[in-house]
C-alpha cells in the first residue's frame, strides 16, 4: 500500500527555537496532506490541511504563526513549529489521502517533538 | 459538528478471546467511518471503513464492525485476539471526500496470556 514517511522521528530542541518536521508520500502524490496532533493518551486532534501550490487552511483555535506549514511539491509538506516552547511538545502526524480515490488516508509513522 | 466517543479508555483481553470495541459518532450528514490501530513507532493503519452498503464491514487482521445508523454507532470486533493485536485503536469519522478526520480518544487493548 502507500506509504507516508515523517523525519525526523524525533527530536529535542530548547525553548525558543524553530524545528522543521518534514511529510513525505513515498509512491503517490498528494495534492492535499494533513496535520494531526497528538496528546499522550489523548485522541488526534486536526491541526491544518496543507494544501500543495496554496496556503494552508488551519483549524479553529491553531496558530498559524506558530505551525507554519509549507506544501513545496506532490510529495512533501512540512511543518515548522516557530519559537518551540515546553507546551508545543507532542506527537505530530501528518496524513496523506490516496491518489486513486479510494477515500483512504495513509498516516506517517509520527514526530515525537519535545521542547525543553 | 462531528465528534466520536469512545467509552472504554482501556480493555484487557485474555488471548484467544473475543474484542469488542465500542465507538457511537455524531455526524449531521451521511458518515463515512473508520477503525484505525496504532502499535508503538508505527504510523496508523487503516484496519477497516464503512462507506455504505453492507453495514457488516470485514477488515484485515480478522477485524470487523457494524453500522447501525439508529444506534450511531460502529463497533469493532474480533472474533480470536492474538498477542500481537496488543495496540492503541482509533474510531473516526469523516465527510465525503474532504478526508478531515475527527478521532474518537482511542483505547487501548491490553493481551494477556
Known amino acids: 500500500g502507500a506509504v507516508v514517511s515523517q523525519h525526523p522521528s524525533r527530536v529535542i530542541c530548547k525553548s525558543g527555537t524553530s524545528v522543521k518536521i518534514e511529510c513525505r508520500s513515498l509512491d503517490f502524490q498528494a495534492t492535499t496532506m494533513f496535520w494531526y496532533r497528538q496528546f499522550p493518551k489523548k485522541s488526534l486532534m486536526l491541526m491544518a490541511t496543507?494544501?500543495?501550490?496554496?496556503?494552508?487552511?488551519?483549524e479553529q483555535g491553531v496558530e498559524k504563526d506558530k505551525f507554519l506549514i509549507n506544501h513545496a511539491s506532490l510529495t512533501l509538506s512540512t511543518l515548522t513549529v516557530t519559537s518551540a516552547h515546553p507546551e508545543d511538545s507532542s506527537f505530530y502526524i501528518c496524513?496523506?489521502?490516496?491518489?486513486?480515490?479510494?477515500?483512504?488516508?495513509?498516516f506517517g509513522p509520527g514526530t515525537r517533538l519535545t521542547v525543553l | 459538528a462531528q465528534s466520536v466517543t469512545q467509552p472504554d479508555i482501556h480493555i484487557t483481553v485474555s488471548e484467544g478471546a473475543s474484542l469488542e470495541l465500542r465507538c457511537n459518532y455524531s455526524?449531521?450528514?451521511?458518515?463515512?467511518l473508520f477503525w484505525y490501530v496504532q502499535s508503538p513507532g508505527q504510523g496508523l493503519q487503516l484496519l477497516l471503513k464503512y462507506f455504505s452498503g453492507d453495514t457488516l464491514v470485514q477488515g484485515i487482521k480478522g477485524f470487523e464492525a457494524e453500522f447501525k445508523r439508529s444506534q450511531s454507532s460502529f463497533n469493532l470486533r474480533k472474533p480470536s485476539v492474538h498477542w500481537s493485536d496488543a495496540a492503541e485503536y482509533f474510531c473516526a469519522v469523516g465527510g465525503v471526500s474532504d478526508y478531515k478526520l475527527s478521532f474518537g480518544a482511542g483505547t487501548t487493548v491490553t493481551v494477556r496470556a
Open positions: 496543507s494544501n500543495e501550490g496554496s496556503k494552508a487552511t488551519y
Open positions: 455526524y449531521g450528514a451521511t458518515p463515512y
Open positions: 496524513s496523506a489521502p490516496d491518489s486513486l480515490g479510494t477515500d483512504t488516508q495513509y
